[in-house]
């Protein structure tokens, strides 16, 4: 990047993440959006930004309780990801019903996803980065490869065209879980609402894994948070539709 002329610094700046007013998180399962990014969701959701999520799978094979039945842990994933959602301030839900761990094509979920987009007509899409280095979870990879191609083919046609509901090319993606975070967000005053959306996933989450997270994410918020000289902060990769296809520098934006 230092090879450039300073006039292409616009050219490699990440979008300003406070300049959204409409976005659209997608997440493989109920509770990773909260996980991943609940203090960004929380923060935009208290500038005013509209704030819509997108749940591909019901997360019906996760559940503590051993007794329940899938249908059963459908049903109270669902209820804890709207209540999780709008703790942090989220207002819209899209449940793509599809069953968990049984996530396998690109193609037709980013068709999915590039319809809600054109629904929501969101400033930025978010999804889980499918790029992680060791990440093993199917449903988070093909949900981020699709999130990603869904974001190039919303703006255009031919491709899950509806009647009366026009293309929308989103301006920008932002990956969560992601190893290279190059937007931190100062979540300083927004963690507890964070933890306490995580703690809404009771199906999910014991005790003693949410003390761990919690311990693990202030750590981590806390690492993040020295960079920018604030005291807690959260991590995306924030590219543009420039940024995405064929740039070859995307990963030192």
């Known amino acids: 990047m230092n090879a450039f002329p300073p006039e292409l610094a616009p050219l490699l700046a990440p979008p300003d993440v406070h300049s959204f007013r409409r976005v659209l998180c997608v997440q493989p399962h109920p509770d990773d959006v909260e996980i991943g990014m609940g203090g960004i969701v929380a923060a935009l959701a208290d500038s005013g930004c509209h704030v819509a999520y997108l749940t591909a799978t019901n997360g019906d094979r996760g559940n503590i309780d051993v007794n329940a039945s899938p249908e059963q842990t459908a049903a109270i994933r669902r ?7 709008r703790h942090l301030g989220a207002s819209e839900f899209i449940f793509l019903d599809h069953g968990d761990a049984t996530l396998c094509e690109i193609l037709p979920l980013s068709v999915e ?6 629904r929501v007509k969101p400033d930025a899409l978010f999804c889980p980065d499918p790029w992680l280095p060791y990440e093993s979870h199917l449903d988070h990879i093909i949900t981020g490869r699709a999130a990603a191609n869904a974001f190039m083919i919303c703006g255009g046609r031919g ?3 509806e009647p009366g509901v026009a293309p929308h090319p989103v301006p920008a993606i932002g990956y969560y879980f992601t190893a290279k975070p190059n937007v931190i967000v100062d979540i300083t005053r927004h963690f507890e609402r964070k933890m306490e959306s995580v703690a809404i996933h009771k199906s999910q ?3 003693r894994t949410f003390a761990l997270y919690r311990a ?3 750590a981590r918020g806390r690492a993040l948070g020295a960079r920018r000289g604030f005291g807690i902060g959260e991590g995306v990769k924030l590219l543009s539709r420039l940024h995405a296809h064929c740039f ?3 990963a030192d934006v």
Request: aromatic share 8%.
């Open 113 to 118: 996803i590039a319809r809600a987009i054109r």
């Open 205 to 207: 989450i014991d005790e």
């Open 79 to 85: 209820r804890e990801a709207e209540a999780a959602g």
């Open 248 to 250: 070859a520098e995307a």
């Open 159 to 161: 491709i899950g065209d």
């Open 216 to 218: 693990y994410f202030e």
